[in-house]
């Protein structure tokens, strides 16, 4: 099973600044197969990044995502309120086919 | 738009199969899509369960394949999840999801069902 890690665990800021998220796999993987999602308290996780840096239908881009190999990263520039929140990374790959991070929580 | 709604007890007893509905509208799960399921423990992570693809293939997570069945049902548009000899560890909020056109990523949820296993 490929193994995911995201850092940090939890990130405090402010509205206005950027966030940067980082997510390391234990095994180089493919960049079509790895993602980003936003959750919300009491809500679905929502697809945000595909393919590393493909921004999902309707999201801002002020969303960002990068990386290869088994390092990758999720960049929110400008923070809004909204973007408070639980993000994780997901992969594909590997003997459970798809795994996610821990997650990185986003606090004010 | 596909929309997905979960369905299914909210308590089941220790030893019982868990067992769950996932209605989809919006597309045909004759699609080539993949069908999933994904749960959350409470205050915890997502875990990947299992999928399914109109042509009967399906794959499922080692920790859990033994005890896991997901299954589809053309004629009423739905696929269904069955998870066997439930313990109180398996209590999660329960979500279907699909990738629809997004490649090896979920694209679509539903809202997600909390089942909680408890005598």
């Known amino acids: ?108 | 738009q596909v929309q997905l709604q979960e369905s299914g007890p909210s308590l089941v007893k220790p030893s019982g199969t868990l067992s769950l509905t996932c209605a989809v509208s919006g597309a045909s799960i004759s699609n080539n899509y993949w069908w999933t399921w994904i749960r959350q423990p409470p205050g915890n992570g997502l875990e990947w369960l299992g999928e399914i693809h109109h042509s009967g293939i399906s794959n499922y997570n080692p920790s859990l394949k033994s005890r896991v069945t997901i299954s589809v049902d053309k004629s009423k548009n739905q696929f269904s999840l069955n998870l066997d000899s439930v313990t109180a560890a398996d209590t999660a909020v329960y979500y279907c999801a699909t990738t629809g056109t997004y490649s090896y990523s979920y694209g679509h949820w539903g809202q997600g069902t909390l089942v909680t296993v408890s005598s």
């Open chain 1, 1 to 108: 099973e490929i193994g995911l890690t995201q850092s940090p665990g939890t990130l405090s800021l402010s509205p206005g600044e950027r966030a940067t998220l980082s997510c390391r796999t234990s095994q180089s993987i493919g960049s079509s197969h790895l993602a980003w999602y936003q959750q919300r308290p009491g809500q679905a996780p929502r697809l945000l990044i595909f393919g590393t840096s493909s921004r999902a239908t309707g999201i801002p881009d002020r969303f960002s995502g990068s990386g290869s190999g088994t390092d990758f990263t999720l960049t929110i520039s400008r923070l809004e309120p909204a973007d408070f929140a639980v993000y994780y990374c997901q992969q594909y790959g590997g003997s459970a086919l798809y795994t996610f991070g821990q997650g990185t929580k986003l606090e004010i």
